[in-house]
């Protein structure tokens, strides 16, 4: 650890950094890297300038005149663009640690993101918060936070920790929280509650953002969700929401991850008149689609090849975010910036062909095209308090006995269910199966079950850790006794993803941080993954239906019609639990 | 004074400001202002919008939905832009008092200042930035600082205070400071000198802004300059070198005041490729000048006379000036953005027919014209210290005898100056006469002489507290005599300007607070300011010079060639002082 300095001696060290990079960008000293002949993208003046970068201590420090560097890359033919930043991203949704993450990303050109830890903060609180600000440190991509707004989602839920103002408060003189994440208790704001406003105010009071979530809100509600403070929205998914959002002063973030897409629909953003109050966002980005797919690349090669303008794409992928979140020295190519850069062989396929972060190659397609990640050091006492937090007593059969119940109705392809009647008890054939949710931050015991059609299982019983938002078990199955195995499976698991069937335990990927993530590499995962739904599909689960996602979605009682908590079936719309 | 509250006391005052704005916004309330049938610059898409603008707790809460409040104002047919902003200015350049600088400008429309006090920290140091600051609290104007980066601006003068780091440092954490002002110490930045990176180093650590003044700075001496952290410049007169600034990330204040003009050169910069980079400074603007032309709004015409898009020169006048700043809540109309609006007649004529600030009407054309102006209290020992500033003892003939010395000679029309050569004596008929430079701040009793060619004067002296940067006493006379009289009346009136001859003060114009503003009213200082110039052009001042600000100039040892300070003639080209 570095010993305590005096803020004098704190700025004597800074004045001779800059002495150096005065130098340097003088031409008196040989800078640390340059790269030679760049066809660079200039996001001031909206065109392709051409000449050396030259870097030194991690930062830019000339372009366009010739410069010599220890280390010198010859980028001809190449066009070198700011690195990506994904504007609002839950990085557990990746299933991996952000190191993991990183090196899954950055061979994609991402340099930034942005993460709301969400989901490890509604089962671990704080020392969830700190696990991911531990482990995001020193990689090479950078990891700034958006703090968690709505601890628990809703009062109808049972989540592992509460957040108030005061818990989030202690997080904002960190240098990597840059504010409040996505506000999606409009309703909340709306009616003046003062514990959400409260937290607006707090953040505002520390000049942070505060990132909005308001799918559809318009006309004078979106006026008072915006006189209480929030300035963005990633939940447009219709051209207009987003003219009257960015019209009224929302910087619109185009969100195309895993669980939704909304690019094409905005397509119209991408031009002069809108593109600089937009920037890009995954939400989520699942193992399977960050493989097959990429990250922020993916979005700006589907962008340009929808026939929007290269150059104001790169800015939405990179420029924008920056300014809006005022990473000064992050979004552009220019002295003094970071020296973050994505080489891409052309801007119509952009494939990316080396990534450096703050002047250092961290993948090279050339060389092995693997991505540089150092692991970073997680005091143990930390990394201990996301781990082991499947806290709920064995599951027992008299727990699930159910008999008359309400029924969820699944649509295929949506997240959003029906009211599907009542049943008085498990119908495979019917498709008519059993959902259980399981408490496991408290060991309350608490249990809820219910009825769902539309999941398809003919055999067994699927079970996951990740359910949203307060990620407490789900399980769905056809027998009681499989049910069992696979909950009382995943608890003994420690938390993940699994299938059972005949008291055996047939595919399961451990998820033991939080039952959200591991720290195993992505590859791995996503294998165990594959492997899991493949065995949960072998028994009946409905193509269309992603057997682990849509399960997850199942808990969460602010999406619309009918949900399982761990307190009972809620209906959404009606905001009241079902008798 | 306010008691000092808790901050969950703050927190809990501020939510329920916010709880209003929301029942406000929603209409479940009414607004303190609606702005009926309004058609207003929407800054984020640059189109014109209609609709109703409400206002309560002094921001926006809404438009475009029909709202109804406690005042309505009826603005069809005219066109509401948000509030103007002036990028860079030094206030004392106007010679009068804050409060009163805002009642000359409010008329034009301008709502927001950045001001860099410069001149008064030169005489007063901290105390000085002391005064502007209570000085400018509470204005129909909201005055922002920057500070002083060059107090004193050489080591060649004498001034009356030093400000270091430690100094500056003290301000950063007031609401109204956003950063370093003009690092006009460029040679200081290129070799490395630690004293002048000191004070970027801890603007930085406050993540505060750092003006830049670098007049014709290129190539890889901007690389340097601007990776010590330099991000913007006012110093632009020709557009090659907006270009290359703007192009490696410099924000252009496009300057166009008393003493430069440089819109018409930078016009092409009024376009959608680099206007985002850009907004409007004034830099100093004298009394006869803001009277006769206006503020920014003078700008705002001129911009769109010659030809610029009207939207595009409104948002460089607010919008981008309020990005750059960071000032989140202006330069917008807008949901939580303060209610800072001027209603403009057109687009064309640009004539203010109404200003608003922080929803109050400040000035209405049809209302006698005056606009409201508190004046701010000021604690009696911080007045005190920027008055009778003029600290020198009474000057005595011998201080100016002068027989063989250096001329500078006068240039019409520029303030750059040429070596003249050497004279023997004062020779009135061949227009070369005694300048005098006489230290006013710490008694030292330093008193320099020069002859000077190109005035004019034929009888008399022209005495002047008001001379660049150090501000000390700097007088032009025929005889010497004249030159007593009006230096020792200066001193006597404790700053300011005057004429004299004869023995006899024939004009004056007191300025008490630091030699270089008064309190009273612009139209009176600029009565007395204009009798001052017409005194000394009926003793000969050449038409095409001003009597005073020329003057001023004269001691300022940055500008070629020759200068006279307290402590000799000096070369500015070859920085060393004339034998």
Redesign the interface.
Known sequence: MAEAKTRAE??AL??RR??R???????EEKADLVLKNADYI?V???EI?HGDI?V?NG???????NYAGETEVDVSGKIVAPGFIDAHIHLESSLVSPAEFARAVVPHGTTTVITDPHEIANVCGMGGIDYMMAASEGLPVDVHFMLPSCVPATPFEESGATLS?RDINAYFDHPRVLGLAEMMNYPG??S?N?QT??K???S??H?KKIDGHAPGLS???L??Y????V?SDHECDTLENA?EK????QFIMIREGTAAQNLEALMPLLT???A??CMFSTDDKHPADLMEKGHIDYIVRKAIALGADPITVIKVASHYAA?YF?L?NKG?I????LADFVVLDDLKDVNVHQVFKRGQCVFDADNGAQALVNRPDIDPDMAACVLNTCHLPPVTADKIALHDAPVIQMIPGQIVTQDGGRAAGVNAEADILKLAVCERHHNTGHVACCYVKGYGLKRGAVATSVAHDSHNIIACGVSDEDLLTAINGLREMGGGMIVAENGVIIARLPLPVAGLITDRPLQEVNAELEACKRAACDRGVHEGVDAFMNLSFLSLPVIPSLRLTTLGVFDALKQEFVR
């Open positions: 704190r700025i800074k004045v800059k002495q990079l005065v130098r340097v960008a003088l031409g200039n001031f003046t909206n300038c030259a030194a930062l830019v420090v000339g372009m366009g005149e103002w704001i709306l003046g003062r406003i409260e607006i105010v707090v505002q009071a000049h006309g004078k509600a006026n008072a915006m006189s209480a403070g300035y003219l960015l019209r009224k002063g002069e008149q809108y600089h109050r300014r005022l000064n552009a220019a002295p003094g910036y």
